[in-house]
């Protein structure tokens, strides 16, 4: 029911927190073995080993910044809600599979940060090449910024880029990926799954790796392409503005199918 503040440097074994406010004083970050979240705010900064979240809805306030860099377990959490930073640094998976709504940052700094439980970014999404964002629930990414070097992996359900813009690769291995409003993005690899358009919207990538699944949206590549792999589908619009490597692997057709080459 008090508050706790961190100043300086501090470490932890456990920490617990059921009720009232943990807060920093200044730029450090306190770094605790275990973190038990059943309740409160968490507006300081805090670095936990193996992190627990239980009991209803959760809130980073816009001071509060969570890095976990092992295990994450959500029991009875409704939503998580990242108004400040979220990290994964840390070897191996992460899995969140609670609803997670960012204004935030959302950061993948080291090893596999899970998206299991759904939700919605509008804030800024970071992969750094030690790190990889795996989606594998129908997740939203609305007016959010994503960069880094990493990889963005949608493995599962469908995720919606709406008014977004990636410099970060994203990959498509099973899930589905909609454009909706302005989307742009730098690397798109289309291994299995579907990528889909709404509206009229065509999405523009620099560089497009096409080895497998169905291309069933509007899509121009303005960078280099390269088509391999086995059969693929197109139901969609594939415009091609730049070098593109073709290596024999065959395109089945359906509906207004069209590549368009510029």
Do not use: H, M, P, R
Request: proline letters at 0%; hydrophobic letters at 30%.
């Amino acid at each position: 029911g008090g508050n706790l503040d961190f100043e300086g440097t501090a470490t932890l074994g456990t920490l617990s927190l059921a009720n009232g406010n943990v807060t920093t004083t200044d730029t450090n970050t306190a770094d605790v073995t275990a973190l038990e979240w059943a309740g409160g705010n968490l507006n300081g900064k805090v670095k936990a080993t193996s992190t627990s979240l239980s009991g209803g809805n959760k809130t980073i306030g816009s001071a509060g910044e969570l890095t976990v860099s092992g295990t994450l377990t959500t029991t009875g959490v409704g939503t998580i809600t990242n108004q400040g930073k979220f990290s994964k640094n840390g070897a191996g998976v992460t899995d969140l599979g609670a609803i997670f709504d960012s204004t935030g940052t959302l950061a993948a700094d080291l090893g596999t940060l899970k998206l299991s439980g759904g939700g919605k970014a509008s804030g800024n999404v970071t992969v750094a090449s030690t790190g990889k964002l795996d989606v594998a629930s129908a997740y939203t990414f609305e007016g959010a910024t994503l960069a880094g070097t990493g990889d963005i992996e949608l493995t599962a359900a469908t995720t919606k880029f709406k008014n977004s813009t990636s410099s970060a690769k994203v990959s498509v291995t099973g899930g589905n990926l909609d454009f909706e409003g302005t989307a742009t993005l730098g690397t798109l690899s289309l291994a299995s799954g579907n990528v889909t358009t709404t509206g009229t919207t065509t999405a523009d990538v620099t560089a497009l790796e096409w080895a497998g699944g169905n291309l069933n949206g509007k899509l121009k590549a303005t960078g280099n392409t390269t088509i391999s792999g086995g059969t693929k589908s197109l139901g969609g619009e594939l415009t091609l503005d730049g070098n593109t490597t073709w290596t024999g692997s065959s395109i089945a057709t359906s509906g207004n199918a069209k590549i368009k080459n510029e």
